[in-house]
């Protein structure tokens, strides 16, 4: 079963539909009634990280940062956490994921009002939920033909480091960082929400075009990727990747990591035709990279161009953490 | 470290007071300002539970259940459920855990809103978070010298599951449904909330000496159990449990399942003086049984009073899952 299978068969066994809330599963988060957004996020221990790669405090940062992700996804203002976690030794290990998923949490103010600790004969597992407001939120479903699809940052990076850890080398330490320090796109996110510019939105967790994926199957449109156009983190070309030639030269290893390694968590959002400008200047206001990467169009599936030929991508690639044997 | 005493770094770790938050860290749940409440638990395959003793599906249902009675001690109605879920082995055990949840869900009215699913290396850890409404929220806080002192339905019998199952035996068919069908409380917990009746309130997932202790230290009074009120469960008689004397006699052993026995998730709460006889009418309406166990005084600590004398019970008593070895 793979990871998308598996979500599928829980959203059916778990959603039935509700009175109280306006979206349910299947988005970046769930909406209640009255604009409470809340979504979770899960970290395994030897699954998505490893104690010999990174601090108990960096796995608390990164673990918050990827769940206030989520909240940037739907264009909403994170408000709380809740932090669960599963402690096989020492509980002291807990403090300090605890302190890192408060100094991910200070970044966009918010702290932890609740959450649960056991003892566990396995691995560390730190769940973290967050809870947001938005007036009006962006979902995974409204790209139409016409528009421009864009993503913040620069993408690979957190994938190369993990390449690097995966093959027993040390990453270089800007690809380490992306790892360890996701970054805050929660100012983004709400302000393209705001001027209604983004009309669809995901973060990046699994790959850009898994995720790509995701946007043209809950819009029901073609998303088209231009290879050349996306901007790939410098921090990929320093990094001994598979197929990867001498470094500084992108290579399809590199350009590999940009399109399908996961876990940058920037935003990929669709903007209206002739919004670029706009785009462009909020971005700017923000001193946040954005980059035009492809468009969608009328049809359904991912397509990825380049000088000037088409290919389709499969819905089979990107981060599964159940493919992963 | 004690579980207490983790839960105590944790807070201090991960809480600094939000304008978003009407309650923080403490109780039995959050508040956020707006009256949206807030908790989550984590259940862990080894510490929790075994496969040996339940299936997956009463897992979930129990680790549901376990966090609606959150939303019941608050006097919340719950409005949604979010759960994550590690699982080392056939991703097909999680679809089942789901169907728990929506089980244990459907009981209150609620749905799966979201969630996340990782492979793991290590046992199944569940973690289900639970988000409700309350116009008015019933603290641990509020008991005050002259209130009596109540819980809900009888107590002790999913300790003696345990113990059963701990000491290799089956557990009475009675034991056994305590511990994995938790009861539903929500009704009682709304009610109780509602008419102002409840003045303290707690779920008791720790047993009832172990949380006296909370609902005595976060309001600042003494807590007098009567021992001989105390309603043990009648499935505990029929358990073989260390220090308990033949069938159907009530014995020490009995005695101390239902006083420190854990997760029963019956509710004890403190009322106003002259409030007894609406109490027990409110009870009887939702027909759920309730019993006057002591009194609250002034001072501190909880004493348990037992044919006209005192003893003072200490605070290291209860499940610990961070003292088990």
């Not at 992700?69 to 096989?88: E, H, I, Q």
């Not at 990453?171 to 100012?187: S, Y």
């Not at 598979?242 to 350009?255: N, R, Y």
């Not at 940009?258 to 959002?269: I, K, N, R, S």
Request: no cysteine; net charge negative; glycine share 14%.
């Amino acid at each position: 079963m793979s990871e998308n299978e598996l979500v599928g068969r829980l959203v059916a066994a778990g959603w039935k539909g509700s009175r109280d809330v306006a979206l349910g599963p299947g988005d970046d988060a769930a909406v209640l009634r009255g604009g409470l957004v809340a979504s979770t996020d899960m970290t395994v221990e030897g699954v998505h990280f490893r104690f010999d790669w990174v601090s108990a405090r960096e796995v608390g940062f990164r673990a918050a940062a990827a769940a206030l992700s989520d909240m940037a996804a739907m264009g909403a203002r994170p408000v709380a956490l809740l932090v669960s976690m599963a402690l096989p030794g020492d509980p002291a290990v807990g403090v300090e994921l605890q302190r890192g998923v408060r100094q991910a949490g200070d970044r966009v103010g918010v702290a932890v009002v609740g959450g649960d600790a056991s003892r566990s004969p396995g691995p560390v597992v730190l769940d973290v939920a967050v809870l947001g407001r938005a007036a009006q939120v962006v979902l995974r479903s409204g790209a139409a033909p016409g528009h421009d699809l864009w993503v913040s940052g620069v993408l690979g990076g957190a994938a190369a480091a993990v390449a690097a850890w995966s093959a027993g080398a040390r990453p270089p330490p800007a690809a380490r960082e992306r790892f360890v320090a996701p970054p805050n796109r929660v100012p983004l996110g709400r302000a393209l929400a705001g001027e209604g510019l983004a009309r669809s939105m995901i973060d990046l967790s699994d790959g850009l075009l898994a995720d790509a994926h995701r946007i043209a199957a809950a819009s029901g449109a073609r998303v088209v990727v231009r290879e050349e156009a996306v901007p790939v983190d410098p921090a990929v070309f320093d990094a001994k990747v598979p197929g990867a030639s001498a470094s500084g030269q992108a290579s399809d290893g590199h350009l590999n990591l940009a399109l399908t390694g996961g876990e940058d968590y920037e935003l990929m959002f669709t903007s209206a035709t002739g919004a670029a400008d706009r785009v462009r200047a909020l971005a700017r206001e923000l001193s946040v990279p954005v980059t035009r990467v492809g468009t969608v169009e009328p049809g359904a599936g991912v397509f990825l161009e380049s000088g000037g030929e088409r290919r389709e991508v499969t819905g089979k690639i990107g981060h599964d953490h159940f493919a992963t044997p």
